[in-house]
């Protein structure tokens, strides 16, 4: 908006020229998002808390000590990230560029969707939310669309092509199977910080090193020079991703401060499927879909995780894990919460690291 509001003027005030700057707008939207966390994140817990008696249900199957560590924590915290990003990014960025708005409409329809899962768990005092079907019927129809404007807004030439990271100069072009491959990257990445997200801290520090990766990367593919140098495929008007990124950062860093153990309010399923499709939608957008399954490998681990548990126990009735996702095994073998969320949160820094790595790998 202050974009689209104060460029207009730069002839005669030539300090709005720093607007002009993704860069500059990056920084804001990161404050602002910020800020907002700051300020609205103890009334709306206070107000989640009047409202939610018993709190986040706590899953009857899970570890024992959630039924007394985790008892009483209101959920739906996610409404928290919602707000301040989209604040954030509809003041900071250029509100002409569509890819700005497809990413918040997917954002926003699956915080949508994670809402009505916490309402009907508060509700019926259950860890049972909307049936799986109906989530992820709902999920792959956003998806769908989004999936579809974004191949309409992007360059004809790389619209439905699949870039091979660490390869140069090389793109699968895989037509209207593009579309399918984008909704699996756009779902499963929501449903990995889903599954993710089920201690104090987890999920949120990973997802806003994603965030923070993307963004660099978002910025570099929407420059043509830069994209040239690394040898990357030009994205021209991802750049304004990097605000979008930016505010996420920022309003995930802002919940961390309410989240960080014990933590005074769970993110939900408002925040994790919502974060989630937005990671997934950005590469998807930006032609790195490879790079995000390394970048977030944690949560690709804690999918696999959940994964082989169900495949195991349905074909042989044994269980790999003590019990999945990945971070619960740990709980049961006695770690203790605290050593779990950060040994976890140093694997993410690690495997990000990896993954800017192959950007100049070419």
């Not at 977030?296 to 042989?316: A, D, N, P, R």
Request: glycine share 12%; proline share 4%; charged share 15%.
């Amino acid at each position: 908006m202050l974009y689209n509001l104060l460029t207009p003027y730069t002839e005669d005030l030539g300090f709005l020229n720093l607007f002009r700057y993704i860069t500059f707008r990056t920084a804001g939207a990161i404050i602002t998002s910020l800020i907002i966390s700051f300020v609205f994140g103890k009334p709306l817990i206070k107000w989640l808390k009047k409202r939610q008696v018993r709190g986040q249900p706590i899953r009857s199957d899970g570890p024992e000590s959630h039924i007394v560590t985790k008892q009483g924590t209101p959920t739906m915290g996610g409404l928290l990230i919602l707000i301040s990003m989209s604040v954030a990014t509809l003041l900071w960025a250029d509100l002409s560029n569509r890819y700005i708005w497809a990413v918040l409409l997917l954002t926003l329809g699956f915080g949508a969707i994670g809402f009505a899962d916490d309402y009907l768990k508060l509700a019926r005092s259950s860890s049972e939310g909307l049936p799986g079907k109906i989530k992820l019927l709902g999920e792959v129809a956003i998806a769908l669309g989004v999936c579809w404007w974004i191949t309409e807004i992007a360059d004809p030439g790389t619209a439905t092509g699949l870039a091979i990271p660490l390869i140069k100069d090389f793109m699968i072009q895989m037509g209207w199977f593009f579309i399918p491959f984008a909704i699996f990257v756009i779902v499963g990445s929501g449903n990995a910080v889903n599954l993710t997200d089920g201690l104090d801290g987890l999920a949120i520090v990973p997802a806003m090193i994603v965030a923070g990766c993307l963004g660099v990367i978002s910025y570099l593919a929407g420059n043509a020079i830069f994209a040239t140098y690394l040898q990357l495929f030009p994205v021209p008007g991802a750049g304004e991703l990097a605000v979008f990124c930016g505010a996420l950062v920022g309003a995930s860093l802002g919940f961390l401060w309410f989240n960080a153990p014990p933590a005074m309010v769970f993110m939900g399923d408002t925040g994790s499927l919502s974060i989630g499709g937005a990671l997934g939608t950005v590469a998807v957008i930006i032609k790195h879909e490879f790079v995000l399954a390394i970048i977030g490998g944690l949560f690709v681990l804690e999918t696999i995780s959940v994964v082989i548990q169900v495949l195991s126990f349905k074909l042989t009735g044994r269980r790999v894990f003590r019990m999945a996702p990945l971070h619960h095994h740990f709980e049961k073998k006695g770690w203790e919460e605290a050593t779990i969320v950060i040994r976890f949160w140093i694997i993410a820094i690690v495997l990000a690291l990896v993954g800017l790595a192959t950007l100049k790998l070419r």
